[in-house]
């Protein structure tokens, strides 16, 4: 048996402190007043002809299928893992070499001919993650009020899924916090929302802290027809479960609700609400301290996000004292971040909530250099490019999730001719990123209205912010 394997049984055997296991029910009454409510909507859970799931045929306890789903490196030693990943991504940087030398007017050759540079690793490898979403499903005794992550699909139909305790990325916080949320839907006589037409209603929690412990949890709930009134009811259990319950022992700083019919909803689409506690959580990052909404992205991993911005504050040297576009800013974490060594910031975002964190941080660090823009970078960045001063240069650092950025972002920043370096951020650079790289630095003419010089990758740099996990960021220089 490895030393990491045996030091997941230990794991597996010790996940959580007893009394969160035990969750003494005695002291909770779930507070049901309004008979309707129940009548209405609230069918038992018939847990005794739940159909269970099949056993795995091979020798994998369930607990080790979902780490090799969830953390399928986790067997490795973590130096094997980063020598692994820095493959992985010399990999898909040969791969874009390879595309970007099928264009016969720019002399690409397909081998790597910049520097990649030795990855950086994560300064903590356990525990790391500061935000985790829990699903609610069928569970491997069949109780489809099981908080965890999925082994399996739904198209396959053999969705199970399995608790978390054992995971290596997630803190115990976030662990005790799921289990409690289990608990408390397990006593609700409202069913769960599996489906989104099956009639149930709970749904997943996601839990966030931070560095100093504390706790942002957000329900997700399944209105169904549930009535305003109706709702209410299941709200002031939630909240007295977390506060005066066995829940309590969470001491979440901050419970929020978002009553939800889709997948993901914006705060715009379906308001978070504040069932109780304070409005935000805040980090320090790199010194400055940061604001976090529900609604707002904030990297899974603060120590290793300082990481990545020092080694983006380092790539974006030659640009001191210009102008620096943070496209897809978040919270402004980038932006703030840099902003000592630049003359001007513009960060540009989608998510409102983000967008008023990016302006308060601002303003909470007594930064006066940076503005923040709302909307999305494909409607604001064109408009915005005929306006910008290039005096002192102009340098972009965009960092969008994973479906990359729209074409006419691409197109804006390739159509001024100030903008001579951009730092690329991508968590996968295998995917639509891809798509940009080609866009960034294919010949004129080949990409409708791409008129601008095009740019050529000049380093790489991988940084680890998700250690079990084949994930990276890489963050790739162009310059033209
Ligand atoms: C990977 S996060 C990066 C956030 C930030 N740079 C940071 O380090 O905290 C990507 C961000 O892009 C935003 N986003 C997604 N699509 C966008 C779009 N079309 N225009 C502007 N921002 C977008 C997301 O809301 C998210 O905050």
């Given at each position: 048996m490895s030393s990491a394997f045996k030091a997941m049984r230990l794991h597996l055997t010790c996940p959580l402190p007893k009394q969160v296991i035990n969750i003494p029910q005695t002291l909770f009454s779930y507070l049901i007043t309004n008979q309707r409510a129940i009548n209405n909507s609230c069918k038992p859970v018939k847990t005794s002809n739940a159909k269970k799931p099949k056993l795995p045929t091979?020798?994998?306890?369930w607990e080790e299928r979902l780490s090799d789903t969830v953390t399928p490196l986790w067997r490795m030693t973590y130096e094997d893992q980063l020598q692994w990943k820095y493959e992985h991504q010399k990999k898909i940087l040969l791969k874009m070499m390879k595309e970007l030398s099928q264009d016969p007017t720019r002399a690409f050759s397909d081998h790597l001919n910049f520097p990649l540079l030795p990855i950086v690793a994560s300064p903590v490898r356990d525990g790391y993650r500061n935000k985790s979403t829990f699903s609610v499903n069928k569970g491997i005794d069949g109780n489809p009020k099981t908080l965890g992550f999925y082994i399996g699909t739904g198209k396959a139909g053999n969705i199970v899924c399995v608790h978390a305790d054992h995971l290596l990325s997630i803190p115990s916080k976030h662990k005790m916090v799921a289990r409690c949320y289990e608990d408390f839907i397990r006593l609700s006589p409202l069913r769960p929302c599996i489906l989104f037409d099956d009639g149930g209603h709970w749904r997943e929690i996601t839990i966030r802290t931070n560095s100093t412990g504390h706790t942002m949890a957000i329900v997700y709930f399944h209105?169904?027809?549930?009535t305003p009134e109706e709702t209410d009811i299941h709200k002031a259990a939630l909240v007295e479960y977390f506060t005066q319950g066995p829940g309590a022992i969470c001491q979440l700083d901050s419970l929020y609700f978002q009553e939800t019919t889709m997948t993901r909803c914006s705060h715009e689409q379906s308001q978070y609400q504040l069932l109780y506690g304070q409005t935000h959580i805040y980090e320090e990052v790199l010194g400055f301290k940061f604001r976090i909404s529900p609604d707002s992205f904030f990297q899974v991993n603060r120590e290793a996000a300082e990481a990545l911005y020092k080694t983006v504050a380092e790539l974006s040297q030659p640009c001191v004292g210009g102008t620096l576009l943070d496209v897809?800013?978040?919270?402004?974490a980038i932006g703030i971040s840099l902003s000592p060594q630049m003359e001007r910031v513009i960060g540009i975002e989608l998510i409102e909530q983000a967008v008023e964190d990016a302006k308060f941080n601002a303003a909470l660090n007594r930064v006066c250099n940076c503005e923040f823009l709302a909307g999305k970078a494909e409607v604001v960045l064109p408009d915005l490019m005929g306006s910008l001063s290039s005096d002192g240069g102009l340098t972009a650092v965009v960092n969008p999730s994973r479906a990359g950025l729209h074409y006419r972002v691409v197109r804006a920043l390739r159509n001024h001719s100030a903008i001579r370096r951009l730092v690329y951020i991508s968590c996968?650079?295998?995917?639509?990123a891809m798509r940009n790289f080609r866009e960034l630095c294919c010949s004129v003419g080949l990409v409708r209205r791409i008129t601008g010089e095009a740019f050529k990758p000049v380093v790489a740099v991988p940084v680890d912010l998700f250690p079990h996990t084949p994930h990276c960021e890489l963050v790739l220089v162009f310059e033209r």
């Open positions: 091979t020798k994998l306890s209105p169904q027809s549930l897809c800013c978040g919270t402004g996968k650079p295998d995917g639509e």
